[in-house]
Nanobody, 118 residues
């Protein structure tokens, strides 16, 4: 049974930092690309960052230079380090992955709330 469990969200002031974690189980973690997707109130889901099984990364333009995605294959965990947070980063952040050969098979975590406010 595949499980993705996010943690690390919370309330932070503008300019602050948070580190999200996603603990994965039930699949061969090292073979899967992993992503962070966020959904802000009233907006569509937005892919924020992605890391391939080989460690290559890409980011949505608005977070480039502020967010860093990384993974620890020994611990089956993917991270999102978020610095210089802005109010517009407020959203529920989800961990997401899909089967490497069948994108119709995909998995989501339960989400963690990030609120950036003074």
């Amino acid at each position: 049974q595949v499980q993705l469990v996010e943690s690390g969200g919370g309330l932070v002031q503008p300019g602050g930092s948070l580190r999200l974690s996603c603990a994965a189980s039930g699949f061969t973690f090292g073979r899967y690309d992993m992503s962070w997707v966020r959904r802000a109130p009233g907006k569509e889901r937005l892919l924020v960052a992605r890391i391939t099984s080989g460690g290559s990364t890409n980011y949505e333009d608005s977070v480039k230079g502020r967010f860093t995605i990384s993974r620890d294959n020994a611990k089956n965990t993917v991270f999102l380090q978020m610095n210089s947070l802005k109010p517009e980063d407020t959203a529920v952040y989800y961990c997401y992955t899909e089967h490497p050969y069948n994108s119709r098979v995909n998995y989501w975590g339960q989400g963690t709330q990030v609120t950036v406010s003074s």
